[in-house]
């Protein structure tokens, strides 16, 4: 797989490029594993004072994107995309971004993001530019920067040869449905709490089961809705079980 090509179509690029300089992505960017340009639609008004906002029709409080901006800023970034890619709009409206969606974008050549400011875009716009609404989360931003952010942070992770560890994406959080199991380092005991004696063992299997049980126990605590969409294993019900007995004691 080549390098994969991100566009971000954003009135502010300069709060998102600063994700390519740390972590996980910048280390990406780095390796020339992956690459980030961005288009802004201001770029591409005809007015003086170069307007990507409106009134929007029926009356009601805000500003609506345009369409000629946005449209001319999707243009501009799919010329610059080789290998293509869908347009994503990040919007409230949009379904949830979720591992399994990271997981289809990272095996796609490339992503354009169109991060939405003010009350929205115009609709025209989605209907015949958009590929595609993503939302990351019930709630409301400002803007889809940040959104647009999480996104590329998720799905660079899954790329071949960004993470140190190639086992390190197959573990992440979420990966199998459920959420993480807790961690612990050094030292071993922290004002009289002490690390899990299962964890010095060196038992590896009884390690791996712990990991397990622990997180079904949790994933059923805090995200039980995650734990209805499974179809637990024998064994893992049963872990489950001995977990939930555990809490009771």
Known sequence: ?????????????????????????????????????FENPRDHTSDVYRRVDDRPYGGGPGMVMKYEPLAGAVDAARRRSPGGG?????????????????????????????AGRYEGVDERFIESQVDEELSIGDFVLSGGEVAAMAVIDA?????????????????????????????????EEIDGHTVPGVLTSGDHAEIARWRLKQALG??????????DKLKLTDEQQALLDDYLKEQRQ
């Open 1 to 37: 797989m080549g390098m994969m090509h991100f566009e971000v179509v954003t009135l502010f690029p300069e709060m998102v490029s600063t994700i390519a300089e740390f972590g996980v992505v910048g280390r990406a960017r780095r390796k020339r594993l992956i690459s980030l340009d």
């Open 86 to 114: 869908p347009v994503v709009c990040l919007s409230p409206q949009g379904g949830v971004f979720d591992q399994a969606t990271a997981r289809r974008y990272a095996a796609l050549p490339g992503l354009i993001l169109l």
């Open 155 to 187: 799905v660079v992770r899954l790329l071949p040869g960004v993470l140190g560890d190639d086992e390190s994406a197959a573990r992440d959080s979420f990966m199998e449905g459920l959420l993480d199991c807790p961690h612990f380092t050094r030292p």
């Open 218 to 227: 949790r994933t059923f605590e805090r995200r039980r809705d995650l734990i």
